[in-house]
């Protein structure tokens, strides 16, 4: 079982659901009326809830070169790896500011973020969170096993590019570089029984209606091989990051109004996810049209929420930690620049100003076991 054989016959291979999204992307198709469309299949499916969650970034460190990535190994930057009690710390910042829900971030680095570490991480949390996620370094089943025993829910893994020259080209050092190894991640992580799993392509990076396409056809492969678990989808454009990165490949508001759409008329029951790279415009404008899941008041650094372990600071030079020296108010490099600055409260309530119900837990562990 694995995508790599849809992906390599695209475009020739493709479903109904995947052929009615291709012509849902084309300009002549009125974007109004697809909207409608989207907002009614929205309703019928989700209500008009949302569920807002957060990332908690536990590292920065990282041992990929990737020409995109603020974390990037070949960055100088400030970098920090929370400990397990820093950890706990920024998590029950959040969960009193309502979140129920918090998706655990960290660059790759076995040295500094260990299989065992984020599985104390998970259990720590899971005693006042009931929903706990992680977007980490690819993993085997074996591996991702003992995190869902730990209460894990979810694992995200964005795909970045869906282009193999292009992904070789971006990933230049590091175990990020194997595109295949990573494509099939979603699949590894649905066989360790993860209930809720999450893709997503980073756009800017190549030609978006290619990146489309591919996300697309993975968005319909899993939600027919994975049945047993959700499925959600994101689409992250770039935003500036250390290492002065430019687009490559603009995909405008417009056309990314366009692509939320038809992704939710070809695959209603499929979980949307905007994040706070994009404006409080496209937000609130799309919050109705098709996204389920938002990300609110982030911070994208470790420690971004409490200021915690910034006594460890530091910088790191062939993989070793080489101590700095912090002038006031440095922090750790965040991956990117957030664009809604807003504060969790302020979305929650523009959305009940909207008609939307925020939702800050939208499940219960006892609903359902492993795998359901």
């Known amino acids: 079982m694995s995508f790599a054989p849809v992906l390599r016959d695209l475009p020739g291979r493709l479903s109904p659901a995947v052929r009615e999204f291709q012509r849902l992307m084309e300009p002549e198709v009125d974007l109004e009326k697809l909207a409608s469309r989207a907002q009614r299949l929205t309703r019928q499916y989700f209500g008009r809830t949302m569920r807002l969650f957060a990332p908690l970034y536990l590292s920065n460190e990282c041992v990929n070169i990737c020409q995109y990535c603020g974390f990037s190994r070949n960055n100088p930057i400030l970098r920090l790896t929370l400990t397990v009690d820093q950890v ?66 979810g694992l995200v893994v964005y795909q970045e590019t869906y282009d193999p020259a292009l992904y070789a080209e971006l990933h230049t050092a590091g175990p990020k570089k194997d595109f295949w190894w990573r494509l099939d991640c979603a699949e590894r992580a649905y066989r360790a029984g993860f209930r809720r799993i999450g893709i997503g392509a980073l756009f800017g990076l190549g030609p978006w209606r290619g990146e489309a396409l591919a996300l697309a056809a993975h968005v319909d492969y899993l939600m027919r091989r994975c049945w047993r678990a959700s499925v959600t989808v994101s689409m992250p454009r770039l935003r500036p990051a250390a290492g002065e990165f430019q687009p490559r490949a603009m995909l405008s508001d417009r056309d990314f109004t366009r692509l939320v759409c038809a992704l939710r008329v070809a695959f209603p029951q499929v979980g949307i996810v905007l994040s706070t790279r994009e404006s409080e415009r496209i937000r609130d404008g799309l919050a109705g049209l098709g996204v389920t899941m938002m990300s609110a008041g982030s911070a994208t650094e470790p420690g971004g929420y409490t200021g915690a372990g910034r006594d460890g600071l530091h910088r790191t030079e062939r993989g070793k930690a080489v101590p700095v020296i912090v002038s006031e108010g440095e922090f750790a490099t965040e991956q990117f620049e957030i664009s809604d600055e807003r504060s969790a409260a302020e979305v929650a309530e523009r959305l009940r100003q909207l008609g939307l119900d925020p939702v800050w837990k939208d499940w219960d562990a006892g609903l359902g076991g492993k795998g359901c």
Do not use: I, M, N, Q
């Open 88 to 153: 706990e710390a920024e998590a029950r910042h959040l969960a009193a500011e309502g979140f129920r829900s918090v998706l655990l971030v960290a660059g790759e680095h076995p040295k500094f973020v260990s299989g065992t570490y984020l599985a104390e991480c998970v259990r720590r949390l899971r005693r006042f969170l009931p929903s706990v996620a992680l977007e980490v370094g690819p993993l085997e089943v074996g591996d991702y096993e003992p995190l869902v025993a730990a209460g894990a829910e």
